[in-house]
């Protein structure tokens, strides 16, 4: 069963603006999909299509079984939205926000009430629940976010950078209650910038760049189509392009990170001692040396030409992985 | 199709509650309601009391019992300007997403602001209400002049709070609202809120004579210092329904936009 299918959606602003280019994709019923990208990839203009907070120029999308255009109030229904930046009034108390939700969902006082109370235990606040959001730390925020969702128990969770901005701790947090809300059968949906997010918590990951999904399958088979492990080496002192040239007659030079040289193995790992060699007889100290296997950062740099996490760099031409069609 | 009727009506009522509640927690929301109104009520009726010797003022037993209804429209129109600063910050902060991600009629979120405002309007036409008793106004309607004030009062809550909500919602910013404040002023002082429009000069008077908040005024004052009648009765009903008329039209444009562009 499909929970969420979506065919050429395209989302305008003006006549200048594409924000979304021709989305498609297919979340099963029961699946976490994550959808990765930069700031202003059309992560947001997606999910707000999707939650029927913004009309599509074009294409089609069903939610639940339902036309996000013709069936909006169905889908509203059928899904919970967590969007970005926790958008909680700082004068409600956690408790307030929680049966608000309850009723604008249309439950019973006595139920929602109930859920509320049992959500919020949930997500650990039932201590924090008289307090002011205003009050609460970034984490918590997200946690009510989380639960405000839930109250009328959603068939699919829509999560917009859920766990942006936090903390490591906070963040755990919020992957381990998303993982048991997918135990327990929802669908998620969830936009995040964060490779290891994605990585840890998906089903199957699209990636988002300008608009456009470049790339989707699994974690594992989007790393498994980039191949081969590559190299990181991090000199002691300079010289940092002469040992460009030298790694690059090992393979295919990927672009630098954090000052260290990268270079992905034409033969990998056995590979790692020619290139310790070859360094060592151009006179250049190795301080350290590491052999990555391929990450989703990977996958991203092949598909986009730039890292979604750390410097900004321009991937030269030739590293890149042409692009190819989602699955 | 009942069901779904008593549902909004609920989330009209949580959202109206909310609205009170976040009033009360913010006092640069309350200040405006009550307290600017109050100190230039005691401002007025102790400095400018010898008005009412002037020819042509209306017979009252003191300048307080004039001066009443001004400070009660004027507390209702900052009432509904606050409610639109209230429902722009809401658009600011995204907590209008989390309603139109809601299965519930997406003009509840106006309404339900707009009941607040209702329910603060009730509450100041009491507080000035009181405040006139204490300090020896006297209704000559008696108790039903008195609740037909506060009726009053509410109705043009909503219906000033309707612009409000308008602004707010075409325009998304709590700061533009925020920039109708001294309009306010400018509206309420060519009325007859605060002097009889025939006593005051010409071309003010005029503007005075025909500002449909002057006719809101008259229906809210004279209960007080006279007798309603029809004429005033149903001028004050009509400047209500046509100011709430055109927020709320304004309000279901601006929504309609708002949800059609995204922001």
């Known amino acids: ?327 | 199709m009942i069901q779904r009727l008593l549902l909004n009506l609920r989330v009209v009522g949580s959202l109206g509650a909310r609205s009170v509640k976040q009033t009360f927690r913010r006092p640069q929301l309350m200040a405006p309601i009550i307290v600017f109104p109050t100190l230039l009520l005691a401002i007025q009726t102790s400095g400018a009391g010898s008005a009412i010797g002037l020819e042509g003022f209306p017979q009252v037993n003191g300048f307080l019992d004039f001066m009443l209804a001004g400070a009660m429209v004027q507390s209702t129109l900052l009432a509904g300007n606050s409610g639109g600063i209230a429902l722009a910050v809401d658009i600011e902060m995204g907590f209008t997403d989390r309603l139109l991600a809601a299965p519930i009629s997406r003009f509840a979120m106006v309404l339900g602001r707009l009941a607040g405002t209702a329910v603060l309007g009730a509450a100041t036409a009491c507080w000035f209400l009181a405040i006139g008793l204490i300090f020896g106004v006297q209704i000559e309607e008696g108790v039903p002049g008195a609740l037909l004030m506060i009726l009053f009062v509410s109705l043009s809550a909503i219906a000033f709070g309707a612009i409000g909500a308008a602004v707010a919602l075409r325009t998304g910013t709590a700061s533009v609202v925020q920039g109708l404040f001294p309009l306010v002023f400018v509206i309420l002082f060519l009325s007859s809120a605060f002097f009889p429009a025939d006593l005051i000069l010409e071309p003010a008077g005029s503007v005075a004579e025909y500002n449909p908040l002057s006719f809101v005024v008259d229906g809210i004052r004279d209960p007080t210092i006279s007798v309603l009648t029809a004429e005033v009765f149903w001028k004050a009903v009509g400047a209500i329904v046509l100011i709430l008329g055109i927020g709320i039209g304004f309000s279901a444009l601006a929504l309609r936009h708002r949800l059609r562009t995204g922001g």
């Open chain 1, 1 to 327: 069963m499909i929970a969420i299918e979506v065919r050429g959606l395209t989302r305008e602003f003006g006549d200048e603006v594409l924000a979304v280019a021709g989305v498609d994709l297919e979340v099963a019923e029961g699946e976490i999909y994550a959808f990765l990208g930069p700031n202003g990839a059309g992560k947001t203009t997606t999910v707000r299509m999707l939650t029927t907070l913004l009309r599509p120029s074009g294409g089609t999308a069903t939610v639940a079984g339902h036309d996000v255009v013709r069936d909006a109030a169905a889908v509203r229904r059928s899904i919970g939205v967590a969007l970005q930046e926790a958008a909680l009034d700082p004068l409600m108390t956690g408790r307030e926000l929680i049966r608000l939700q309850a009723t604008l969902h249309g439950l019973p006082r006595a139920e929602g009430r109930r859920r509320g109370e049992a959500l919020l235990d949930r997500v650990g606040l039932d201590r924090a629940a008289d307090r002011r959001v205003g009050t609460y730390s970034g984490g918590m925020r997200r946690r009510l976010d989380l639960a405000s969702a839930l109250v009328h128990q959603p068939r699919v969770l829509f999560l917009d950078e859920p766990t942006t901005g936090l903390d490591p701790v906070s963040r755990k947090a919020i992957w381990e209650e998303v993982e048991k809300l997918n135990d327990e059968g929802t669908t998620v949906f969830l936009t995040t910038q964060y490779l290891e997010e994605a990585d840890m918590l998906a089903d199957r990951v699209g990636i988002i760049d300008d608009g456009r999904i470049v790339a989707e399958g699994t974690p594992g088979s989007l790393k498994a189509e980039i191949g081969r492990p590559h190299l990181e080496v991090r000199l002691a002192e300079g010289e940092f392009d002469r040992a460009e040239e030298i790694v690059a007659r090992f393979g295919t030079p990927m672009p630098a990170r954090d000052g260290a040289v990268l270079v992905e193995l034409q033969g990998g790992a056995a590979d790692v001692a020619p290139v310790v060699r070859a360094l060592d007889e151009a006179g250049l100290a190795v301080e350290s040396l590491d052999l990555v296997q391929p990450t989703l950062d990977d996958v991203f740099v092949a598909k986009t030409g730039y890292h979604l996490e750390g410097d900004d760099q321009e991937v030269a031409p030739e590293a890149m992985v042409e692009a190819e069609q989602p699955a």
